[in-house]
């Protein structure tokens, strides 16, 4: 049996494949966590992980992994004005009014790690809405003033759906050398 994407065990492909690009112990926030997939997989990387979510109940079954935080990320104000983050982890979730708080939340050398559903996805399920679905390209639209290491989009199976993911890097104001990415 193929694991769902918003399946409660099993991390993102995309993440699992990229987390490795986040300095050891960092603190990362996990942004819509759900049940907490990506924070467990990221605990055991050795993170300290924030999970922010607006359900309480979910957040519940995270608190083993990390500091959680329940919060209305589309209503109320951004909760983590002051919280800079070595890598942030975002899947299945799209806000766009949230991109400036988002990014400006990712320190130095920080790792941006976001898949969620694209356009066309309107084609074979759900969802739909053009508001919750990225525009072609759109990822690389907003991670402009990152350094991209990885961007795909198109279509994916088991479950069929279109998705857009991303891996961008905030550049060190100081870096004397170039960042060398495993892939």
């Known amino acids: 049996m193929t694991a769902s994407p918003h399946s409660t065990q099993t991390p993102s492909s995309w993440v699992a494949r990229w987390a490795h690009l986040i300095a050891p112990k960092s603190q990362v926030l996990d942004l819509a966590c759900g049940h907490g997939r990506h924070m467990r997989h990221l605990a055991a990387l050795g993170h300290s992980v924030l999970g922010v979510d607006h359900n309480a109940e979910a957040l519940t079954a995270c608190a083993p992994w990390g500091e959680t935080l329940c919060a209305d990320l589309?209503?109320?104000?951004?909760?983590?004005?002051?919280?800079?983050?070595?890598?942030?982890?975002?899947?299945?979730?799209?806000?766009?009014?949230?991109?400036?708080?988002?990014?400006?939340?990712?320190?130095?050398?920080?790792?941006?790690?976001?898949?969620?559903?694209?356009?066309?996805n309107e084609t074979v399920g759900k969802p739909s809405r053009p508001d919750f679905l990225l525009?072609?390209?759109?990822?690389?639209?907003?991670?402009?003033?990152?350094?991209?290491?990885?961007?795909?989009?198109?279509?994916?199976?088991s479950p069929d759906r279109f998705v857009q993911r991303i891996v961008a890097v905030r550049a060190q104001a100081h870096a004397n050398s170039p960042i060398r990415y495993p892939l």
């Open 135 to 157: 525009r072609h390209g759109e990822l690389l639209e907003v991670c402009r003033d990152l350094r991209v290491v990885a961007f795909e989009e198109g279509f994916l199976s």
């Open 74 to 120: 589309e209503n109320a104000p951004w909760p983590l004005v002051d919280r800079r983050f070595g890598g942030i982890v975002v899947t299945n979730y799209l806000w766009r009014t949230l991109w400036p708080e988002l990014l400006g939340s990712l320190a130095e050398g920080g790792v941006l790690i976001y898949e969620t559903f694209a356009q066309d």
